[in-house]
C-alpha cells in the first residue's frame, strides 16, 4: 500500500528536477513561477526520502501529508475539479494507511478497535 503513492510522488519530484514541458506547464497553470519548480522537485524528494526510511517514516508521512495540503490548496484555488482536488487527499490516504498498516507504535497510538 505505500508504494503506490512513494512512487507517484518519486516520478512527481523527479519531474519537477528534468522539468519536462509539460510539468513546467501545469506549474506555470497553477500559479507557479518556473523558478519554483527545481525548489518544489527537491523538497518533494526530500520528504519521500524521510518517508521511505523506516526509522522516520512518521516523520516523513507528516511531511508529505504537508506538502499534500498545499497541493489540495493549489487546486482548489485555481477552480479545477474534483479529481484534481481529491487526488492528493487520496494519495495522503494511502500514505497513512500503508503506514498504519506496517507500523506497530501508530497502530498501538490510534487503535481503530477497543
Known amino acids: 500500500m505505500s508504494g503506490i503513492p512513494i512512487l507517484f510522488l518519486l516520478i512527481d519530484g523527479v519531474g519537477k ?12 497553470r497553477l500559479g507557479y513561477p518556473e523558478s519554483l519548480i527545481l525548489d518544489l522537485g527537491i523538497l518533494l524528494l526530500g520528504c519521500v526520502a524521510v518517508h521511505a526510511i523506516p526509522r522516520t ?45 506496517r507500523d506497530a507504535r501508530l497502530r498501538a497510538l490510534l487503535p481503530l478497535r477497543s
Do not use: C, D, K, N
Open 57 to 101: 517514516s512518521v516523520l516523513g508521512a507528516i511531511l508529505l501529508t504537508g506538502y499534500l495540503g498545499g497541493a489540495v490548496a493549489t487546486h482548489v484555488r485555481v477552480g479545477e475539479g474534483l479529481f484534481p482536488v481529491f487526488f492528493p487527499v487520496i494519495v495522503g490516504v494511502l500514505i497513512w494507511g500503508g503506514l498504519f498498516l
Open 17 to 28: 528536477l528534468v522539468q519536462p514541458a509539460p510539468v513546467v506547464e501545469a506549474t506555470v
